[in-house]
């Protein structure tokens, strides 16, 4: 219930010192102090918000003790390189069961004062999901993972720890002329592909996957469980392409299935450098984002080796919503350079076309889309650029030494274009819209531990990234949030938290991050869910929550749940104090 509501700073600071000195100094019950270690405050407090017994509470929380914690812990990591034996491991890993497990998951870790890291598939680049510098607890949602679709209405309610490949296979399931517009890599999480964006081979026709969410249900910072409109519309925004661990757990997203021809086309085309490969890149940077809208060719390039002598393959992968006699029309119209003839391209059903993306052979049953390939994981590096004017070909001649020279190190151009250019950049809270011609990826992988081949690997990649300066976007320099970069900045969430996200957060999100912050400072004014690029609270929020730690500490503020936070809807300095019983 609301205790006080003061219209004035000074007065606030009178009566807040007032009550807090009371509450400190008199015998008010404190959990954390009063059952011993956290971990026994924790299961209490599970216990309690569940109604469970203890056998029921084991179930879902695996300690460093528990002979399955190492096997729970690695099946989700996809980079290597975040587990090693000097990783810091997570306290506890919590895997719910039910959406009401969340709740308490979420409450109970505020009450004994531990970071809660939140983790679907594992595919966060920079493994800020599973991995922090102080103690800390995982929330894995793996076990959340149904799937309700419903092709009358053309939806499907999908949970947060679905993988893409458990929802493209659903899908199929029901309809062989309805898809969803999401990645490539079918063991990706649901819940953090769609936060962030998410995008695949149809977002020039239908715009990211999140252009296509219509619902959702997060649990927030009071571990109370919202849908759309319990939310509102702000948090609503956010939680697309803002990325949701930055105000709560998402549960599930209720998305838009789109229509798929019952034949689309794919091909595959290389070039060296010898075979006309800087003209046909060139000509990419033309066609690719100003084509058909049903066509998606993604270029890749990487340094080679042939006859002994280095060079550049650059490598066309294509998805077309049609058949193939239209595609090969339309692209000796378009890109005579390419030269395709329909004997270089395939005819399929969209399922099929979602295995051959995936690298499975013809013929594979879409039964593989349900592996989830647990324990996979290479040792990676990647980063993220986007482009607004084509490359020169005397610069592309200047990128093919410079990667040759480097060796390993490979890039991926993803076409905007098509929808993507009639989405307002506010629309979401994924900002990369109109203007960009395509976005970059720097991908670089190896399969060895040890500290030299990784100094050498990240060294390469923050090579490029600098060699790309002149080419790519400006003011600010722009990333993918889905693309997880921690080299663009992180926050160490001390007095300098707004500034230090900042700098990551124009990145992300460009004119969208000062809108995040306000939603953040809204639903989630104590920073709990954070990480180390999350969206911060505004400065004055943080001022106010300073005053509290003159009085007591933070281990007490969260245990009581004292919920302080700026009147954000009026924008004036009235601050409102909350006491939940």
Not at 158 to 183: C, D, F, M, N
Not at 409 to 418: E, R
Not at 478 to 489: E, K, P
């Amino acid at each position: 219930m609301e205790v006080m509501k003061i219209s004035t700073l000074s007065a606030f600071s009178f009566w807040l010192s007032t009550i807090l000195l009371a509450l400190c100094f008199f015998n008010f019950p404190i959990t954390r102090a009063a059952s011993g270690s956290a971990y026994e405050s924790f299961l209490q407090c599970l216990t309690q918000q569940t109604n469970s017994s203890d056998q029921q509470i084991s179930n879902i929380v695996v300690t460093q003790t528990n002979s399955s914690y190492a096997s729970v812990l690695r099946a989700y990591i996809r980079n290597a390189r975040f587990n090693l034996s000097s990783t810091l491991k997570p306290t506890v890993i919590i895997t719910p069961l039910q959406e009401s497990h969340v709740s308490a998951a979420v409450i109970c870790s505020k009450q004994v004062g531990f970071q809660l890291k939140i983790r679907s598939g594992g595919h966060d680049y920079e493994g800020l999901s599973y991995i922090s510098d102080r103690p800390f607890f995982i929330l894995d949602m793996f076990n959340l993972r149904s799937i309700e679709v419903d092709v009358k209405d053309e939806s499907a309610w999908v949970e947060a720890g679905a993988t893409l490949g458990e929802l493209y296979y659903r899908i199929w399931q029901k309809s062989k002329v309805h898809g969803y517009p999401a990645g490539v890599c079918p063991t990706v999480g649901v819940g953090g592909h769609l936060s962030g964006g998410g995008y695949g081979n149809m977002l020039r026709k239908f715009g990211l996957s999140t252009d296509n969410v219509v619902d959702a249900k997060i649990v927030d910072a009071r571990g109370r469980i919202l849908d759309r409109k319990a939310m509102g519309e702000d948090l609503f925004w956010a939680i697309r392409g803002g990325g949701g661990a930055s105000f709560g757990v998402v549960l599930a997203y209720k998305i838009k299935l789109v229509p798929v021809p019952e034949t689309v086309t794919v091909f595959r085309a290389e070039r060296l450098l010898a075979e006309n490969a800087t003209d046909v890149v060139y000509k990419w940077q033309l066609v690719a984002p100003a084509t058909d809208d049903n066509l998606f060719m993604r270029m890749l390039l990487h340094p080679v080796t042939r006859n002994k002598k280095p060079t550049v393959r650059a490598s066309i992968v294509a998805l077309y919503l049609g058949g193939a006699d239209s595609l090969v029309t339309l692209l000796a119209k378009d890109f005579p350079e390419l030269g395709l003839k329909k004997e270089n391209v395939m005819e399929m059903s969209w399922i099929q076309s979602v295995l051959w993306w995936a690298n499975f052979e013809n013929g594979t049953s879409p039964n593989v889309l349900l592996d989830r390939d647990l324990n996979s994981a290479d040792f990676l590096k990647r980063k993220s650029d986007y482009v607004q004017k084509p490359i020169p070909k005397y610069s592309l001649n200047l990128l093919w030494k410079q990667m040759m020279e480097l060796g390993k190190i490979g890039l991926v151009f993803n076409p905007y274009g098509g929808k993507m250019a009639e989405i307002p950049a506010s629309e979401t809270a994924f900002p990369h819209r109109a203007g960009n011609l395509f976005k970059i990826q720097y991908s670089i992988s190896w399969g060895d531990p040890g500290t030299e081949i990784e100094e050498d690997r990240l060294s390469q990649a923050t090579s490029l990234y600098s060699f790309m300066t002149p080419f790519v976007s400006k003011g600010p320099r722009s990333a993918y949030l889905n693309y997880r970069d921690v080299d663009i900045g992180i926050n160490h969430h001390g007095e300098d938290s707004y500034a230090e996200g900042k700098v990551y957060g124009e990145k992300y999100f460009n004119g969208n991050f000062d809108r995040l912050v306000k939603v953040k400072t809204m639903v989630d004014p104590e920073n709990f869910f954070r990480n180390e690029q999350s969206i911060p609270t505004e400065p004055s929020a943080r001022r106010n929550w300073i005053v509290l730690a003159i009085f007591c500490s933070p281990d007490w503020i969260s245990g009581h749940r004292l919920l302080l936070y700026n009147d954000l809807r009026n924008e004036s300095p009235c601050i409102n104090i909350l006491y939940h019983n």
